[in-house]
């Protein structure tokens, strides 16, 4: 669970203004971006279910990536 120490802050006409520190503003806004990053990646995960989809294998294969690399060239 996050654990933030928000001030409240009110303005004579009623406004309300809520002061995190900055590190406490960056934890909301990386949970923030992270929630966003998973709601799109969800979205497309459901978008390109059905598309037609190729293995690793094939993909190496069709990149010329087949052969192993020998110790000597790593």
Do not use: C, N, Y
Not at 38 to 55: G, L, T, V
């Amino acid at each position: 669970m996050l654990k933030i120490k928000p001030e409240i802050w009110t303005k004579s006409g009623g406004e309300q203004f809520v002061i995190l520190s900055l590190h406490d503003f960056e934890k909301v806004r990386d949970l923030l971006e992270d929630a966003g990053l998973s709601r799109i990646f969800r979205d497309a995960k459901r978008k390109e279910a059905a598309a037609p989809a190729i293995s690793l294998a094939e993909t190496k294969k069709r990149l010329g990536l087949t052969g192993r690399r020998s110790r000597a060239s790593r």
